[in-house]
């Protein structure tokens, strides 16, 4: 692995739309996450937070329309989603799959071969036993088929530990915290900030803002019916929890419609 690999770097969305069946979900989304920062993207359900994870981790289901997606410098739009994976980024999903028939270690093995990221058996398990006694993970895990009859949580803690052994350079977790109890949501909190830092950026993707007081975000960034409406610090994630989403989308919604309307208006004159 050479150094350039192993540190994070910039994501950087730029103007991105996205259409899913036909019907266009994300209309112009801009966003930045510098390298070894923690940023939050927030927003009310089908603002359009999965469709944007699932577009950058190249799910042929999303039609990019408009807008590029770079990931230090490389156009990850252009990529397939191996190659996305072997740049680094790595993907927490609402839902992950089971895989019946193949252990968690079993897993854990191919998913570093695939990124070109193996080692040695002995230095695997040493690794691996490490890395699921800082994730509170019973033994009994490995020999278990992966996420097969897993509760919420183990299966939260199966990814964190995925991403634990494969060091990816940005990591996005899409409603990592639905369904955790809060000792659990603590366990996958730490783990992600443990890893978090110059090696791995991160960007948490949640309509409550109940993980952010566990996993500590540089930035928070509110989506709004496919655009980023506005961007703050983490007072943000704490205004939401204590207003709700309408105090903030409301005011900006109001504007963004009035502007419209005005600017229809300087049309219709300027077609007079
Ligand atoms: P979020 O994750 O913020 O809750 P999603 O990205 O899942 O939002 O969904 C955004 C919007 O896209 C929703 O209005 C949803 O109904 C719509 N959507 C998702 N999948 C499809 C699909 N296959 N066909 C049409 N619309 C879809
Ligand atoms: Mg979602």
Do not use: W
Not at 104 to 118: D, S, W
Not at 207 to 233: A, M, T
Not at 248 to 253: L, S
């Amino acid at each position: 692995m050479t150094d350039h690999q192993a540190l994070a770097a910039d994501l950087v969305v730029d103007g991105l739309s996205v259409a899913v069946d036909g019907k266009e979900i994300l209309r112009g989304v801009d966003l930045t996450v510098p390298a070894g920062e923690v940023h939050a993207l927030m927003g009310p359900n089908g603002s359009g937070k999965s469709t944007l994870a699932y577009t950058l981790s190249g799910h042929p289901k999303y039609a990019v329309t408009g807008g590029t997606a770079t990931f230090g410098g490389d156009d990850l739009l252009a990529l397939p989603a191996d190659a996305r994976a072997r740049l680094g980024l790595f993907l927490c999903f609402q839902y992950p799959t089971a895989i019946p028939g193949v252990t968690t270690v079993n897993f854990m093995r191919a998913a570093l071969r695939a990124q070109g990221k193996e080692m040695p058996a002995r230095e695997f398990i040493r690794r691996l036993n490490e890395e699921m006694a800082a994730l509170r993970i019973d033994e009994s895990f490995r020999a278990r088929y992966i996420n097969d009859g897993f509760s919420g949580g183990e299966k939260k803690r199966a990814e964190i530990l995925q991403m634990a052994m494969l060091r990816p350079r940005l990591s996005i977790l899409d409603e990592t915290d639905s369904g955790l109890d809060v000792d659990a949501l603590r366990t996958v909190a730490n783990g992600v900030t443990r890893l978090a830092g110059p090696d791995m950026s991160v960007l948490v993707i949640t309509h409550y803002p109940r993980i952010l007081e566990y996993l500590k975000p540089d930035r928070v960034h509110i989506l709004n019916q496919g655009r980023v409406i506005l961007s703050g610090g983490p007072e943000l994630a704490t205004q939401i929890e204590r207003e709700g989403y309408e105090p903030i989308i409301g005011p900006i919604a109001a504007e963004a419609g009035a502007s419209r309307t005005s600017l229809t208006g300087v049309v219709a004159e300027a077609q007079a």
